[in-house]
């Protein structure tokens, strides 16, 4: 990805990483969806086994299709509302600074970013059998001078992610202090 | 009994408010994801399973007699899912 992306970008800036969720945080709730998709499916089939002549009436079939369509596409519909509030969240390290952009729900989008000379300390945690096979967890980023901290949830090698951070933070630091030294 | 036409309109009245937030999310999706063959590629799997869902419902309610009635809260489960059973006169001693 290029900085194009970024709201007031520097002309030497470059991209680091693009952070996105692992993949498998989706799972679940894919997973989830695909069983209450199921079933309506499934309720035909057992009144179908059950009841072999329910369905020869054509108003009770055409009822029933009428509430399975609904059901469906209004299912279909949040799993894909999901599916948008994860793939929606992204972390962008640059070699300036930390942008933090993160859905909640459809119409909450919270946009926000720190310069790397502000970091104080970067954590990567990694919890659970799954994430640890995966390797992926959350990385926590706490500034200085500031009460809030970034947290990338869910990403792939945070340790990795966070030791880099941590090397472009130091690197930026005494920038920083060479060019306020100068002024 | 409900006449089966106020289910139909019912449905559409759902399916169309089903479409406003289809376009919503659709619109939040493009305009906020990164632009890329993946950001494209997964709203238009989703709005392919809509419009396949949707069209294939259409086709089979054109099949449909709409003046028929229904009863959809049944007095009791057992009569909703009594099977019935035509009665054909036949002569009593052939």
């Known amino acids: 990805m290029s900085p194009f992306h970024l709201p007031s970008t520097r002309e030497d800036e470059q991209t680091i990483y693009l952070l996105r969720r692992h993949w498998f945080a989706i799972i679940p709730v894919i997973i989830g969806f695909i069983i209450v998709l199921i079933l309506p499916f499934a309720a035909y089939a057992y009144i179908r086994f059950q009841y072999p002549e329910f369905f020869s009436i054509q108003s009770r079939l055409a009822l029933f299709i009428v509430g399975t369509s609904l059901f469906f596409l209004y299912t279909w519909l949040f799993l894909y509302q999901n599916f948008i509030d994860w793939i929606l969240d992204i972390w962008i390290v640059t070699n300036y600074r930390i942008v933090n952009i993160e859905q909640k729900g459809l119409f909450g989008r919270t946009m926000s970013e720190l310069m790397l000379y502000n970091v104080q300390d970067v954590t990567s945690e990694i919890n659970g059998f799954i994430p640890t096979m995966l390797n992926y967890g959350a990385v926590r980023i706490q500034s200085a001078g500031e009460a809030s901290r970034f947290d990338f949830e869910d990403i792939e090698h945070p340790t990795v992610i966070a030791k880099r951070i941590l090397e472009l933070a130091d690197m930026r630091r005494v920038e920083h202090q060479r060019e306020g030294n100068r002024v | ?94």
């Open chain 2, 1 to 94: 009994m409900i006449p089966l036409v106020y289910i139909l309109l019912f449905w559409i009245a759902c399916v169309a408010i089903h479409g406003v937030l289809v376009f919503i999310t659709a619109i939040q999706g493009i305009k906020n994801g990164v632009p890329g063959f993946f950001t494209y590629l997964t709203t238009f799997l989703f709005l392919s399973v809509i419009i396949a869902v949707v069209l294939g419902c259409g086709s089979y309610f054109l099949t449909v007699n709409w003046k028929d009635s229904v009863q959809v809260i049944p007095t009791t489960i057992g009569d909703f899912f009594q099977e019935e059973v035509s009665v054909v006169d036949t002569p009593l001693n052939e």
